[in-house]
Nanobody, 124 residues
Framework: QLQLVESGGGLVQPGGSLRLSCAAS????????IGWFRQAPGKEREGVSC????????YYEDSVKGRFTISRDNAKSTVYLQMNSLKPEDTAVYYC?????????????????WGQGTQVTVSS
């Protein structure tokens, strides 16, 4: 059974850092592109970043470019999202998702498998 489990969320002060992990089981992660998404209270889920299966190329939304870094360790079946210089507006539940399909980097309907999410709260 294909499963994605996020971890690493928590409460952090503005300017702080967190590293989220997305652990995959039940499938070969290296064949899948992985995206990170977030959903703040009262808002729609939005794409943040993704990393491709083919060449490891990465994509970032403008709001996180230069602050977030996505990476993957296929041997550990894990994808990471390093988040630095966090802002209160980064507060959200963060989800990872997997897809075999090509398409727009963080288009939600491209992704078939989703984790349950991990809460990130940026507050002083």
């Amino acid at each position: 059974q294909l499963q994605l489990v996020e971890s690493g969320g928590g409460l952090v002060q503005p300017g702080g850092s967190l590293r989220l992990s997305c652990a995959a089981s039940g499938f070969a992660l290296n064949y899948y592109s992985i995206g990170w998404f977030r959903q703040a209270p009262g808002k729609e889920r939005e794409g943040v970043s993704c990393i491709s299966s083919s060449d490891g190329s990465t994509y970032y939304e403008d709001s996180v470019k230069g602050r977030f870094t996505i990476s993957r360790d296929n041997a550990k079946s894990t994808v990471y999202l390093q988040m630095n210089s966090l802002k209160p507006e980064d507060t959200a539940v963060y989800y990872c998702a997997a897809t075999l399909r090509h398409g727009a980097p963080v288009r939600l309907d491209r992704y078939d498998y989703w984790g349950q999410g991990t809460q990130v709260t940026v507050s002083s």
